[in-house]
């Protein structure tokens, strides 16, 4: 797998601090460092977000240590800020930061396409193409980021972080850890305006550099003839998408192919030097036309007369991946070559899409019925009173049957939105929902807001005690993290209780009643009450403790009402062919919440012995 090629990387590399952010597609990569155990002798760790992740990192590189951040897309906003002021400070020791771009896209919120915060922050950006550059770039990429004394970005998507292939892997290195750190103000302390006009000016002058470097290295790669009709020039895994259509068309031998893998600065030279050899390029790339806009550019510069095709033409789309079909029909076209007949596929019967569900169990599924029963046993109506939504898995919640969440925008906005609406005048009580890891992630600051400017709303955080969206990574409360290192759990109810909210209670949601009695109750109260609902995810629960006891249907007493899979929707139940409900026992965590609306007490409890 590509992110277990870039892991490798770091150790070949000699990376000795490695920290991130888990979000897909990035998260494999601290994983699998942190399944090779402590024999690896690095810091590989989780931090509690990416903008501290950066600067752990940061802060080991200008020691002269090698160290790397992973995040996913949005991450990169996260660490904007300290990403951006290191492009002056510089680095000493190897800075690599991947940056998980996702076409598609699959696991989240945007289309975010990082290429352009690499013209934003002035930092150096690489980009593999296949599992084999992915460990490749990551060993390149600290040689260039120590060559530039810059951090390099190590740009990826999510076919390239999860693309499966042959690896052929180079010696490892012991890892690079601190050698000297001396006070240098005018390089990392950015109060001083004089110092950072000199470093904006080192800055320039050091990406001016940053061609040479790569081509030493060995970024880039041409292929092709002289006499090709068309020249492409492409990235990452669109690269993959041209071969295979190439190959596909019989027409490899018409094209010239030139592949960036330096994204910025421009290779200018390398692409003055190509296209000044091609009549007509067509650039391939994802998302948007960003390597195309730097080609126009390049040949108005050199004052090239050559067709420049892509995006802008409407060949290729600007949203959503490419794929060999989609690069096909644009090449086919661009060649006059017949495309080749699509093979039938064997007729395949479709399951009828379903929305994602929330696991069998799921104390969030417990949690925002409670909060629907705590909104109406208020007096109010639920559609009068907004339940704002943040990161994780109970985003699903925004599905039937719940329809819970009205939100759902980036890490920690829940609160403040939900303060916003309700400072803009909104006559009814808000709720905000956060869950625990986004919570230490991007929620304390919001609290503080909320608190300190005395805003009427109820936060429900959603404490399941674990990052459970991206694959069970460890929170902050955690007393071990995943390499076995001892670590200090933080409180959160130490940490609500200190901002100094109105009201706090710490509910169990698997007591729906009990939790909705208190939402009723705090929704009634002035002030920013906080409702800490605390139970393990139930996946968790289960591998770490066993299910002891699960639910099952009596069916003399079902009357086939199907109320229970109308509130709960949970996925463990299911219709029996004589029209009544039944339980999938391998799938029920034994939560009870079908039984507690069973009108018929239908659903009983029975021992499930230790599984
Ligand atoms: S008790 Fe009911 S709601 Fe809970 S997991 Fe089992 S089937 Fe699902
Ligand atoms: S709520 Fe009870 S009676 Fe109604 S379908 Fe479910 S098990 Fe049967």
Redesign the pocket.
Same mark, same amino acid.
């Given at each position: 797998m590509g992110n277990e090629a870039i892991a490798r990387g770091v150790v070949e590399a000699g990376a000795s601090v490695v920290t991130g952010y888990p979000g897909t597609p990035s998260s494999e990569v601290i994983e699998t460092l942190q399944k090779l155990g402590d024999g690896l002798d690095i810091y590989v760790e989780w931090a509690v977000n990416e903008r501290v992740a950066f600067e752990i990192a940061y802060g080991a590189a200008i020691g002269g240590a090698r160290a790397m951040a992973t995040m996913k897309a949005p991450g990169a906003n996260v660490a904007a800020d300290p990403m951006i002021s290191a492009a002056y400070g510089g680095v000493d020791g190897g800075l690599v930061v991947l940056i998980a771009d996702d076409p598609g896209p699959h696991t989240t919120q945007t289309e975010q396409d990082n290429r352009w915060f690499a013209e934003l922050a002035k930092l150096p950006m690489i980009t593999p193409s296949t599992p084999q550059e992915a460990k490749d770039f990551t060993v390149k990429g600290f040689e260039l980021s120590e060559i530039l004394g810059l951090p390099v970005l190590l740009r990826t998507t999510t076919r390239v972080n999860h693309a499966v292939g042959d690896v052929v892997t180079g010696p490892t290195r012991e890892p690079v850890r601190f050698k000297r750190f001396v006070r240098q103000p005018e390089r990392f302390v950015r109060a001083g305006m004089a110092w950072n006009l000199e470093r904006h000016r080192w800055l320039n002058r050091t990406l001016a550099q940053t061609e040479d470097a790569a081509e030493k290295l060995g970024l880039n790669m041409v292929e092709g003839g002289e006499n090709a009709e068309l020249c492409i020039v492409t990235e990452g895994a669109a690269y993959n998408y041209v071969v295979e259509a190439l190959e596909r068309l019989g027409a490899l031998e018409r094209v010239r192919i030139v592949k960036l893998g330096l994204l910025y600065p421009a290779p200018r030279k390398l692409l003055s030097s190509q296209l000044s050899q091609c009549r007509r390029v067509l650039v391939v790339e994802e998302l948007d036309p960003y390597v195309e806009h730097v080609v126009k550019r390049v040949a108005f510069d050199e004052g090239l007369r050559i067709e420049v095709l892509g995006k802008d033409e409407g060949l290729l789309p600007l949203e959503g991946e490419l794929d060999t079909a989609k690069v096909l029909a644009a090449l086919a076209k661009l060649l006059d070559a017949e495309p080749p007949a699509v093979e039938s596929a064997s007729p395949r019967r479709e399951a009828p899409p379903r929305p994602p569900p929330l696991c069998p169990g799921c104390p969030h599924r417990s949690s925002y019925l409670a909060i629907i029963l705590g909104i109406r046993r208020a007096g109010y109506r639920v559609d009068e009173v907004p339940i704002f939504g943040d990161i994780g898995c109970y985003a699903l919640s925004v599905y039937p049957p719940l329809n819970a969440i009205w939100t759902e925008h980036s890490m920690g906005a829940s609160i403040s939105m939900a303060m916003g609406l309700k400072l803009s005048g909104y006559p009814k009580p808000v709720v905000a929902t956060i869950g625990d890891s986004t919570f230490f992630h991007a929620g304390i600051q919001p609290l503080i807001e909320a608190v300190h400017k005395r805003v009427d709303m109820l936060v429900v955080i959603l404490d399941n005690d674990v990052v459970a969206m991206t694959g069970h990574q460890s929170t902050p409360a955690w007393t071990r993290t995943e390499t076995g290192r001892p670590a200090r759990p933080v409180n959160l109810v130490d940490i609500v209780k200190a901002i100094g909210v109105d009201n706090l209670a710490v509910v169990d949601p698997y007591d729906v009643d009990g939790m909705a009695r208190v939402v009723a109750e705090f929704l009634r109260k002035p002030g920013v009450n906080v409702i800490i609902a605390k139970h393990p995810c139930a996946l968790l629960e289960a591998r770490l403790k066993g299910v002891e006891k699960v639910y099952t249907?009596v069916p003399e007493?079902?009357?086939?009402?199907?109320? =229970?899979?109308k509130v709960t929707g949970c996925p463990a139940l299911y219709v029996t062919e004589d029209g009544?409900?039944g339980i999938v026992e391998e799938d029920c965590t034994g939560c009870g919440l079908?039984a507690r609306? =069973?009108?018929?007490g239908?659903?009983v409890e029975k021992p499930a012995g230790r599984r």
């Open positions: 249907v007493k079902c009357t086939s009402c199907m109320a =229970c899979v009544k409900v079908c609306f =069973c009108p018929y239908a659903i």
